[in-house]
């Protein structure tokens, strides 16, 4: 969560007529933070009403509530946060922001887990479910202001193009085990090799490809790494005790671990 100091520095850079793109790359901020804060300027702020500000009903159930139920929703922001990192994407509208996250629609299983997920997740507002372009590509959807907030990193284009980096509250409450299978779920990939089960994560940002890589790290999954032109285009998870590892986490596109189904 932002600081009064980072957005007075913000409205002193905007003074120094610095634009929103350099404003956004001196100070770490993202760029539709940035622009919001320039164009709806917010005066006599304390730091305690300018977290309050910033505060949502869905960041609150992930940063505060009762411990099991806090737990829950943790685990549910992290898988999500880790599809969108994969097959997400953000679309702004004038009143509000829409994340649509993309699947093979031929893996039933896992489509019902991402739609009870999300349902979970933003249990205020409407998911909704279709098809983009033929039938083989299902998408979700869900309209909500308080995106920003939960996706900082989020902005128009390509990620690859872009900065992907998680802000200090995203690392201090991340579950990695849900932020792994919802990488694995979108971009990722398990498949048998001479009778031999294997991973594979393929994502052309390298951001998040360290991101996948510092939580397998975490975990004590090794890894070896794939390139392409000169960039990490692959990281493949080969040998058995760390394949069995991230299998016992994660599961797979067919055998999805429930993570809301406990009590």
Known sequence: MRTQEEYQKVLLLKKENKNNCEISRITGIPRCTVRDWVNKPQKNLSDNDFLENKRNKYKNCIMFGEKKQKEKFIKAYSYILGLYLGDGYIDFYPRSLR????????????????????????????????????????YFSVYAKELESLFPHLG???????????????????????????????????????????FNFTNMSQDIHKIFQKYCTLYGIKFTISHKNGIVFRTNINKREDVRKLYNMVGNKNEINDFLNTD
């Open 99 to 138: 994340l649509r996250i993309f699947l093979d629609s031929k893996y039933v299983k896992l489509n019902d887990f991402v739609e009870k997920v999300l349902r979970f997740l933003f249990f205020k507002n409407k998911i909704y479910k279709g098809f983009h372009g033929n039938k083989n590509c299902i």
């Open 156 to 198: 128009k284009g390509k990620k690859y193009n872009r900065e992907i980096v998680f802000e200090d509250w995203q690392k201090n409450i991340l579950s990695g085990a849900e932020l792994l299978m919802g990488l694995i779920h979108s971009d990722g990939c398990c498949y048998f090799s001479d009778g031999l089960m294997n």
